[in-house]
């Protein structure tokens, strides 16, 4: 069996080529399978992370659409309550020519005291409406 082969090899060492090979395939193999083994849990971790950061993007979308309602009816309510501190001020105006028109002192007219102090609380709701954080 030592003889050589047409092509220069004897029997032996291809029968020894072919051991190596077959293990050098196995081995190969093994390590496809860990390769494998190692990309698919790298793929199931990244699913669980985009599935967490999913969550939060929800969250913070709903709460940012509450913000948002919030600030509308912020505004709406600064808009309200300016309209009235100006209604306000109108009254305590005509109460005033009135109040000198009698030669009476206007602070004597009950209501424009408690228009001029109910138009402060408005003023300083309308900065609690706008800068929350200060109240």
Do not use: C, H
Not at 30 to 49: C, P, T, V, W
Not at 106 to 133: C, F, M, R
Request: hydrophobic letters at 35%.
């Amino acid at each position: 069996m030592n003889t050589p082969t047409p092509l220069g090899k004897t029997y032996e060492q291809y029968k020894k080529e072919l051991k190596s090979f077959k293990e050098f395939n196995l081995s190969s193999q093994r390590i496809e399978l860990g390769i494998a083994k190692d990309l698919a849990s790298a793929d199931k971790k990244s699913q669980g992370i985009i599935k967490q950061t999913t969550k939060i993007v929800e969250k913070i979308e709903k709460a940012f659409e509450t913000y948002n309602t919030a600030w509308e009816k912020t505004r709406s309510q600064v808009q309200v309550i300016e309209k009235q501190i100006s209604l306000n001020e109108s009254k305590i105006k005509e109460a005033g020519s009135a109040a000198k028109e009698l030669g009476v002192n206007v602070n004597d007219i009950k209501g424009v005291t408690i228009l001029e102090s109910i138009n402060k609380e408005l003023s300083a709701e309308i900065n609690g409406l706008k800068y929350p954080s200060i109240r």
